[in-house]
């Protein structure tokens, strides 16, 4: 079945337009016809069954025969990544949506090499929101996490955000296992975290000075194990582990 997508605010009829890429991909990549069934996503928590009904040159008619919703994730996950080089950070994005985080945060850290301007840093997220939407769709993630626009550490500590369960990767002495975190949190509030933020910093990691702001907004350091990982890795790692802590039933 072919998933595509459309914004909640394009999703209200019972026959659904498709335009521009996504238009394009059904019509001259798939080749799809009349009759032809397909998924469209709304990111808003809506599965819609679809059979095609008509297309010219540049848009696709779909009909739905089923609508789905799906309830939100009990918990709310937000990466918080220092900006990699290159293109990791679309890596890391797609990664993030299959491990069902709501939001990606991307920070400007004292040794991120790249730097934007306001225009510069909208069009970034856009970008990245579209890699987030592909993603959705290769998944089937009925609930499209929010890219942020990169930002300045310092602009991101100084919201003073509310999590219940606040983790830094950090190679310094005193990090803890995540799960023992976890496990302390069960205990002392005889329910699971609902709202839980992971911060991981760039290649060379967060400076002592970050880090230790960032422990001094509630953050409290985590080990990810003995040996230095990549960005990628570190990121991926930790969302795997806080996906399954938070999936588990025996907390």
């Known amino acids: ?33 009349r009759g032809d069934s397909v998924t469209v996503l709304d990111g808003a928590g ?11 040159r540049n848009e696709l008619a779909l009909r739905v025969t089923r609508k789905d919703s799906m309830p939100p994730l009990p918990f709310q996950l937000t990466l918080f990544q220092s900006l990699p080089k290159g293109k990791i950070i679309e890596t890391i994005i797609q ?15 004292e040794r991120v090499v790249a730097h934007f301007g306001a225009e510069g840093a909208e069009a970034k997220r856009d970008k990245w929101q579209q890699v987030a939407i592909e ?5 089937g993630a009925a609930w499209l996490p929010d890219i942020e ?38 205990a002392r509030h005889g329910r ?20 230790e702001a960032i422990q001094a907004g509630g953050a409290l350091p985590v080990t990810l194990g003995p040996l230095t990982l990549r960005v ?20």
């Open 46 to 56: 809506h599965e819609f069954l679809c059979q095609v009904e008509t297309g010219s």
């Open 95 to 109: 990664k993030a949506v299959e491990l069902g985080a709501s939001r990606i945060v991307p920070l400007l850290t």
């Open 192 to 211: 699971p975290p609902r709202g839980v933020a992971i911060w991981i910093g760039p290649e060379g990691d967060f400076t002592l000075d970050e880090l």
């Open 232 to 251: 990628e890795t570190a990121a991926i790692y930790c969302l795997s582990v806080l996906n399954y802590e938070l999936n588990s039933k025996d907390l």
């Open 149 to 186: 626009a990169p930002k300045a550490l310092r602009e991101i500590l100084a919201r003073r955000e509310p999590f219940d369960l606040s983790l830094v990767g950090s190679l310094q002495p005193g990090s803890r296992c995540p799960r023992a975190l976890f496990r302390e949190f069960q």
């Open 135 to 139: 993603a959705a769709k290769q998944c």
């Open 1 to 33: 079945m072919h998933r595509f997508y459309l914004p909640p605010d394009r999703c209200r009829e019972m026959t659904l337009q498709l335009s521009g890429r996504e238009a394009h991909h059904a019509l001259h990549v798939l080749r799809l016809k």
